[in-house]
């Protein structure tokens, strides 16, 4: 049994080497379209795990992502239009904007019950949606606000490509350390019981935010690379039925598994594309998808899978730490 248990402990590392490989040589069997889906599909899947640390580890249900990745966006586009920032300093800046965002709302709404945060959240991503929509002459509203790109005006999609590849790969790592870490120790416990955790020292409310604050940064960080990435943004990005789609790959993947909502979200986009000669009803297939899902198999259609092979996930975590007392 020992023997078995020790030879299966490279085997994450072992897929996970072959993973980056063969997205590493993709670009050179697919044309281009193909690796402008794909790119979209790791944007997503940078949403979806983010999206998956929040409530699979915090126990936060969220509406905003859409709208700190449409802060990060319009803060990179706004800073090139008027002040001519570099590209890189844009991203940094609105990585950092959706991030002070994270903040106000965490510290103003997270001192309460969690339906608080859904109801602020989807009224937060509404309101905000409006100003960018009516302000056309800050943001030209519908008309689309025009952003310079990040590789300049090269046709080719291979920087961008790799570059997002990148951003998605460091982003899992760092939700990958921080679920393994104090922090996710604190997150999981806070999730589990919030009574239990605060009788045992947690600061419920410093981590409740801190997640918070980590993920908005994550998905305005999407945002900013989006903006530089197709170079015209509009309010439409952050409708209500985006949001619902990056909830649904979180879902669908493994709400309570990184890896499995970061995988989740890249089939699902790409699966969208796949079945766009089906019109609506595609969206109909994966609203029965998420039914399903949903009755069947809660913790998502991939994470079982992981949890089999690997052994891992947030419950399994919980099961098998004791709180130690917090800071």
């Given amino acids: 049994m020992k023997i078995t248990q020790h030879l299966r402990v490279p085997k994450p590392w072992i897929i996970g080497v072959l993973a980056l490989c063969a997205a590493l040589v993709l670009p050179l069997f697919i044309k281009s379209y193909w690796l402008h889906v794909i790119i979209v599909a790791y944007l997503y899947a940078i949403l979806a795990s983010s999206w998956s640390f929040l409530a699979g580890y915090a126990g936060q249900f969220s509406f905003g992502h859409m709208a700190f990745m449409a ?16 590209p890189l300093l844009d ?6 904007a959706a991030g002070l965002a994270g903040f106000v709302i965490g510290y103003l709404v997270l001192r309460f019950k969690a339906a608080y945060l859904a109801l602020f959240t989807i009224a937060f991503s509404e309101i905000l949606r ?23 005006e090269t046709i080719s999609r291979l920087p961008y490509y790799y570059t997002i590849l990148a951003v998605l790969g460091v982003v899992l790592v760092l939700l990958f350390a921080l679920s393994s870490s104090r922090i996710g120790m604190f997150l999981r416990a806070i999730r589990e019981d919030e009574e239990a955790a605060y009788a045992r020292g947690v ?20 945002g900013s690379f989006y903006a530089h990435y197709i170079g015209l943004i509009t309010p439409s990005m952050m409708v209500l039925p985006q949001m619902g789609l990056v909830i649904a790959m979180a879902i669908i993947g493994g709400v309570e598994n990184l890896a499995a909502a970061a995988i ?14 089906l019109g609506a009803w ?24 992981f949890q089999h092979l690997f052994a891992f996930g947030p419950r399994a975590e919980g099961r098998k730490e004791t709180l130690v007392d917090g800071d």
């Fill in 264 to 277: 989740g979200g890249i089939l699902i986009q790409i699966s969208l594309e796949v079945l766009r000669e």
């Fill in 91 to 96: 991203i940094l800046a609105g990585t950092l």
């Fill in 203 to 222: 600061d419920i409310v410093h981590y409740k935010i801190l997640a918070f604050v980590i993920t908005s940064m994550m998905a305005g960080l999407s």
């Fill in 282 to 305: 595609r969206l109909v297939f994966f609203g029965a998808l998420l039914v399903v899902t949903l009755r069947f198999a809660r913790n998502g259609l991939l994470a079982p899978l």
């Fill in 130 to 152: 409006m100003v960018l929509k009516g302000e056309t002459q800050i943001t030209d509203g519908d008309h689309g606000l025009k952003v310079v790109k990040l590789f300049g």
């Fill in 71 to 86: 802060i990060g966006a319009y803060t990179s586009g706004l800073l090139g239009k008027y002040i001519a920032l570099p």
